[in-house]
């Protein structure tokens, strides 16, 4: 009881502190009033300093089981084990919530502090937009969706999780996903901040596209390991489904994808301001969307959220937030001119322009997809839905080209680009052509796979190229050009990932069978021998059935647990035996007494490469990009002068 | 011609394109969510339903493929589903099934969704 008190104050007091916060650094923005917007700052530091304290709260009160907060007795019960009560913490939608706060309110208060030393005006406007972020997600908790309900009735014990929910890999890949989604507000903010003040000069610049990295990164890091964990907790053979859930998650992603390679023309060329702007606003819009359809239940998903009331809430913060970034942008047409637009088609700034072209389409397909139900339920009065073919279909091809950009875009020079580097494209092409022309002979002429082959090798061929040019002496100066070898590292990892994806939809084999102890199956060129279950008793009653099916020498054991506690669910646990050309996939169904069983056997061929591809791609962009020196206005000044000094 | 008229082109030429696809796409594939009342009322064509799974689960052809009824209030629908079903399937939960009536006058699912629950609520199936 008194840990539910602590916590809902603690709630009001960050929502006080935000809307004063709001008053006063927009107000120091206004006049340009450095010690005024030093108080909002605080302000905003106060925030979270409540929320970590409501943070912690829930945290002690998962912990210590206080049954008469509902959160606690609805997510959790005596027996979850301590690491999963942490995890509660995020696993149901109060506490996600509020997780999304306390994540915000630490990157925020990380971003104000630097961009205060950056342009003080366009900090203060920032922080105001922050704390407004905030303020919203604060009220939320406080009034419609408090994590620190009372219940009327204490009950003797709480409900538990869902077995399927009580996985490692559950504690890792929703934190990153709703860490991602938070963090799109502080690459909104800083712009939205620079907007505000009429521009934020060449250091803002270089913030905004360090804190789009980390959402970038965080979304990366929260989508690979959303599949790592479909394909090996949940055991349906796949990692990527198009469910709505998964499509909101990669939405933003893409558009920050966009973002890293638009920047460039701004950072060297003065170009596409007003995009990059955009960009980010964008991506910030489609997170807010994201959570708005993954908790209000407006789309059906596979993946049922508690519905509750915070539809409308989120629904009326989305409306608020496109129309005055809307205005924002319209208001400072002036500022986002571009000194430089791109003027040559064919160019690198070109290449990048097409590669946002093409990311925004496939998000278009895919957000179109995805709110289809609404649409067409609105308009027919029938709710439509399409499934993976349509994603596989439309945003399938979008994806190609992508790939085959990757092959041409990075060869192409800036600026004015004349014809020489055509040159350089022919080993990729052909080296494309032969492979294409190779899977046709070898795969009898598919030419999803002919495709898939050709553009996934031209694309290696071009980024192997970028990666040795220049040989060893080159490397030796890899600290200088860390950009060029972490970009190009990540266009490899892409490229793996490419082919991993590419190989696991294009070489699937699947087959199901009720196998007789004793009996063999061949499935995709593996000869397995089924040779019975055993069943063991665990703990409160759980009961794993475990398979033993020979392959040569090894034995692998797909099993299963029941849970008569949870109404007699089962869970899979899948065998997966991983080689760098294919996994062997084996869930176990339903056993019978006569000793047979139902065995799932799934062929993926190169599933392996998108985990090491992801890795690199991640790694990649990382290492192109964090601990860039941080320049100082006046050495960005003294950098071109230097630069045309040397020239002449 | 200006530079926005001819990116704009570039960038109308991959809307069209990606459009067009998505517009014939969306024609061929989408299927429409129904309630089990409908289906019954209208067993033609392809369709999404959601219903409660009872109590009345049969496993055949040695468990590769299930039998039960899906509820949705008042309203019954045999259903005839033949694969693997998703861990928490079990009686009580909701399902999206897609597929179309057959003249057994069982539905012939050929996917079969479980909702993934975020909370655990009751083991018993949903009074009617």
């Known amino acids: ?648 | 011609m200006s530079l926005t008229l001819k990116w704009t082109a570039v960038g109308a030429v991959v809307a069209g394109c990606v459009g067009y696809l998505a517009y014939q796409t969306t024609g061929t594939t989408a299927a429409y969510y129904r309630t089990v009342a409908e289906v019954r009322a209208d067993p033609s064509g392809e369709a999404r339903v959601l219903g409660t799974v009872d109590t009345d689960v049969v496993r055949t052809k040695g468990g590769l493929e299930v039998k039960f009824t899906a509820i949705d209030g008042a309203y019954r629908m045999p259903v005839v589903f033949d694969g693997t079903v998703p861990d928490i399937f079990r009686p009580g939960i909701q399902v999206v099934v897609e597929g179309r009536m057959g003249s057994d006058g069982a539905f012939h699912a050929a996917s079969l969704l479980a909702k993934c629950p975020s909370r655990f609520t009751a083991a018993s199936p949903a009074p009617g």
């Not at chain 1, 650094?25 to 006049?31: M, N």
């Not at chain 1, 949940?234 to 198009?242: A, T």
């Open chain 1, 1 to 648: 009881m008194t840990l539910a008190l602590v916590g809902s104050g603690a709630l009001l007091a960050g929502l006080m502190l935000t809307g004063f916060s709001i008053l006063v650094s927009s107000y120091a923005g206004r006049v340009a009033r450095p010690d005024l917007a030093a108080v909002g700052r605080r302000a905003f530091y106060a925030a979270g300093i409540a929320i970590g304290l409501a943070s912690a709260t829930l945290i002690v009160a998962l912990l210590t089981h206080d049954l008469a907060i509902a959160f606690v007795a609805e997510h959790t019960d005596s027996n979850t084990p301590a690491g999963l009560l942490v995890s509660s913490f995020y696993g149901g939608q109060e506490g996600s919530l509020l997780y999304w706060v306390l994540i915000l309110s630490i990157l925020g208060s990380a971003a104000v502090a630097g961009a205060a030393r950056l342009h003080e005006q366009a900090a203060a406007y920032a922080t105001a937009i922050l704390a407004a972020v905030l303020g919203f997600f604060l009220l939320v908790l406080a009034f419609v969706a408090n994590p620190f309900d009372v219940l009327q009735i204490v009950p003797r014990d709480g409900l538990g999780l869902n077995p399927i929910l009580r996985d490692g890999g559950m504690l890792v890949h929703p934190p990153f996903l709703l860490a991602g989604f938070a963090s799109f507000a502080v690459p909104f903010a800083l712009a939205m901040g620079s907007l505000l003040a009429g521009g934020g000069g060449a250091a803002w610049t270089q913030a905004m596209r360090r804190w789009a990295l980390l959402s970038w990164g965080l979304q990366a890091v929260g989508l690979t390991l959303g599949m790592w964990w479909a394909y090996h907790v949940l055991g349906w053979g796949g990692y990527w489904g198009w469910d709505p859930v998964e499509n909101v998650a990669l939405l933003p992603w893409l558009v920050a994808t966009a973002y890293i390679h638009s920047i460039q023309v701004e950072e060297k060329r003065q170009g596409l301001r007003a995009w990059n702007h955009g960009l980010l606003v964008l991506a910030f819009l489609l997170a807010i969307f994201g959570t708005l359809v993954v908790r209000s239940g407006i789309v059906q998903s596979v993946h049922t959220f508690a519905v509750s009331a915070i539809g409308p809430w989120f629904f009326g913060f989305l409306a608020v937030a496109v129309v005055g970034s809307g205005i924002a942008l319209a208001a400072r047409a002036e500022y986002l001119r571009s000194p430089r637009p791109v003027e040559v088609a064919v160019s690198r700034e070109g290449a990048f322009l097409l590669n946002n072209l093409l990311l925004l389409a496939a998000l278009a397909a895919i957000l179109w997809g995805t709110v289809l139900p609404l649409v067409s339920g609105l308009v027919r009065g029938e709710q439509a839905v399409v499934g993976p073919s349509y994603y596989d279909r439309v945003a399938g091809p979008c994806f190609v080209v992508l790939v085959a950009l990757m092959a041409i875009g990075p060869l192409v020079p800036w600026r004015n680009a004349g014809r020489s580097w055509v040159r350089t494209a022919v080993t990729p092409v052909i080296a494309g052509l032969a492979v294409a022309i190779l899977a046709g002979i070898l795969g009898g002429w598919r030419p999803d796979v002919m495709v898939a082959a050709g553009v996934i090798v031209a694309a290696a061929v071009t980024t192997v190229q970028k990666l040795t040019k220049g040989g060893l002496g080159a490397m030796r100066r890899f600290g200088k050009r860390r950009h060029h070898y972490g970009s190009y590292l990540a266009h490899l990892g892409l490229v793996v990932v490419a082919a991993g994806i590419a190989g696991s939809q294009l070489g699937h084999v699947q087959r199901q069978l009720v196998a007789r102890p004793g009996q063999s199956i061949a499935v995709g060129g593996y000869s397995l021998v089924y040779q019975g279950y055993t069943t063991t008793l665990l703990d409160h009653g759980h009961v794993q059935t475990t398979a033993d099916v020979a392959l040569g020498q090894e034995t692998l054991h797909p099993a299963r647990i029941a849970y008569p506690d949870f109404g007699g669910q089962t869970d899979a646990r899948v065998a997966i035996r991983s080689t760098p050309l294919h996994d062997l996939y084996l869930v176990l169904g339903p056993t019978a007494p006569d000793g047979s069983a139902v065995l799932l056997v799934v062929v993926n061929p190169l599933v392996t490469w998108i985990w090491v591809g992801a890795a690199l791609l991640i790694g990649g962009v990382l290492l192109a990009n964090l601990r860039l020196p941080a320049k100082a206005p006046a050495a960005e000044a003294a950098t071109p002068r230097l630069g045309a000094m040397v020239r002449s």
